[in-house]
């Protein structure tokens, strides 16, 4: 006889994931303007996705190369992939590559780089098995940053000062000031670029200042850079405050993300490249990270690894990424010089300036929720709750109603 209740009744159900939920209900609404703002992926002006030429152009030769086969990859990845991101991150000239003491992890998207670094953290830094190190995470951040350290067990996670609503930019002070007042060793996750959700960075200037802290007070370092080129368009202007990080002499962990910079969003290549103080310290903590793997995903895949390797590793497609890199990063540059444009032209109230002054995907735009709500149900423009739109889904033929639809539910709703 089958047991009267399930074994699985008392399972509550979890809320569903804010910006996937968002997406599910563009697709359910029958409105023939509505607008998607809020996937985080690229979108070319016709509004579909794009697989770069390099890309495809890669996956021929690979279809081609009768040596490969679907062997497992060595438990910490392909090594000409983890050699190559690293690279990528920290320049071919780094110092810290020529004394031997960066290595990398191969992992799944920049999320899977996040949790490896993370469980590694709370079992090996600052006491063995410590949990209760301070884990600082900006205000607002990607919500997943929360949640990866949440579930390695950390369990004092807190909020630094970022955003400034009033001024729509960067609250330096308040940064600093947390910076000053946080615990020596505490771990504070910093967006490399193209900050996720508000598009605010800190200049160059700005992030010397982080950096002098950081290093006075003892603070760990925990990049997160899923943008890299994607942003400016240019990977050493992106990379710049890793690489001063490290030339300031920072032990580091960098979570490296190709989803955005190649297009490669399902097949989940990230790289979770560690920075040490000597070559004896990396290969003990690298040890450590493939154990974790082992117990997680085991042996990472193969094919999104391939891709980027061969075109990072070949001086003409690596060439050619680069261009396909500017054409994205052009593009969305364009779409907030004409937004900005249009909401002045259209005398809507406020300041747009920051639309222009951020960098990277996504654009905080300042609508409060009320005026979210206007713009998802009286104009089908589908956005977060944040009011943090994803510019890849501004088109040619789509910006006057976006810009018209703000420009409403700034007048209309307070």
Partial sequence: MCPAMS??????????VAVFKLTADFKDDPHPQKVNLGVGAYRTDDCLPWVLPVVKKVERLIVEDESLNHEYLPILGLPEFRSAASKVALGDDSPAIKDNRVGAVQCLGGTGALRIGADFLQRWYNGTNNTSTPIYVSAPTWENHNGVFKDAGFTDIRPYHYWDGNKRGLDLDGLLDDLEKAPEKSVFVLHACAHNP????????????????????????????????????SLEKDAWAIRYFVSQGFELFVAQSFSKNFGLYNERVGNLTVVARDSDNLTRTLSQMEKIVRTTWSNPPSQGARIVSKTLNCPELFAEWQGNVKTMADRVLLMRDQLRAKLLALGTPGTWDHITAQIGMFSFTGLNPKQVEYMVKERHVYLMASGRINMCGLTSKN???V?????EAVTKVQ
């Fill in 403 to 407: 810009a018209q639809s703000i420009h």
């Fill in 198 to 233: 508000t598009g605010t960075d800190p200049t160059q200037d700005e992030w010397k200042k982080i950096a002098e802290i950081m290093m006075r007070r003892n603070l760990f370092v925990f990049f997160d850079s899923a943008y890299q080129g994607f942003a400016s368009g």
């Fill in 399 to 401: 910006i006057d109603y």
């Fill in 7 to 16: 074994t699985f009744t008392d399972v509550p159900q979890a809320p569903p």
